[in-house]
Antibody
Framework: QVQLVQSGTEVRKPGASVKVSCKAS????????VHWVRQAPGQGLEWMGW????????DYAQKFQGRVTMASDRSINTADMELSRLSSDDTAVYYC????????????????????WGQGTVVTVSS | DIQMTHSPSSLSASVGDRVTITCRAS??????LNWYQQKPGEAPKLLIY???SLYTGVPSRFSGSGSGTEFTLTITSLQPEDFATYYC?????????FGQGTKMEIK
């Protein structure tokens, strides 16, 4: 079935880096951008950036510029997100999400929305 | 960045109630507005895209409306499984910001 499956729980010390993987199945991987969203404990959703899985182009939220790297490997239908120089503020659940293109009946145009999400990866940063 | 603001931030309602959540954008975003539902320990799920289009498999008691800067999500006849947190998200321009969410609790 159409799904994104993420790698498992990670624990890191402050200053370290973490890489989270997101494996796609059931759909054409290169037809959809993959976005990354995180959620700190008890908080809302925070958009981090996207990767064009076909070209490798990326767009990162300014907050994470210089600290985040998103990559994809078309041969194994996997997108990765690496975050460096971790602090306790980076403790969160990290989600990958597919952008789907959906028909808007009223206008006949298409609209983008996060229609498939990974299950989330818990990243804990603690000394 | 485009700021998205929910109101209310939380609400209490009963099974069978009709509820409306509002999301306001800090600048006009046409109908580039999506709604998601999230339950504790789960990933968000898409409910509504393009402000008013119901995503596949979502019950018809959910509906969305609005354009420009003001949007609403309405749930008619609340069901027990609808008690969750709801987020709006704009897809007009990067960064694709979310609202802070509206937590719906059982009265």
């Amino acid at each position: 079935q159409v799904q994104l499956v993420q790698s498992g729980t990670e624990v890191r010390k402050p200053g370290a880096s973490v890489k989270v993987s997101c494996k796609a199945s059931g759909f054409s991987f290169t037809a959809h951008f993959v976005h990354w969203v995180r959620q700190a404990p008890g908080q809302g959703l925070e958009w981090m950036g996207w990767i064009n899985t076909n070209t490798g182009d990326t767009d990162y939220a300014q907050k994470f510029q210089g600290r985040v790297t998103m990559a994809s490997d078309r041969s194994i239908n996997t997108a990765d997100m690496e975050l460096s120089r971790l602090s306790s503020d980076d403790t969160a659940v990290y989600y990958c999400a597919r952008i789907g293109h959906h028909l808007v009946q009223v206008s006949g145009t298409t609209a983008d929305a996060f229609d498939i999400w990974g299950q989330g990866t818990v990243v804990t940063v603690s000394s | 960045d485009i700021q998205m603001t929910h109101s209310p931030s939380s609400l209490s309602a009963s099974v069978g109630d009709r509820v409306t959540i509002t999301c306001r954008a800090s600048q006009a975003i046409s109908t580039y507005l999506n709604w998601y539902q999230q339950k504790p320990g789960e990933a968000p799920k898409l409910l509504i895209y393009a402000a008013s289009s119901l995503y596949t498999g979502v019950p018809s008691r959910f509906s969305g409306s609005g354009s420009g800067t003001e949007f609403t999500l309405t749930i008619t006849s609340l069901q027990p499984e609808d008690f969750a947190t709801y987020y709006c998200q704009q897809s007009y321009r990067s960064p694709y910001t979310f609202g802070q969410g509206t937590k719906m609790e059982i009265k």
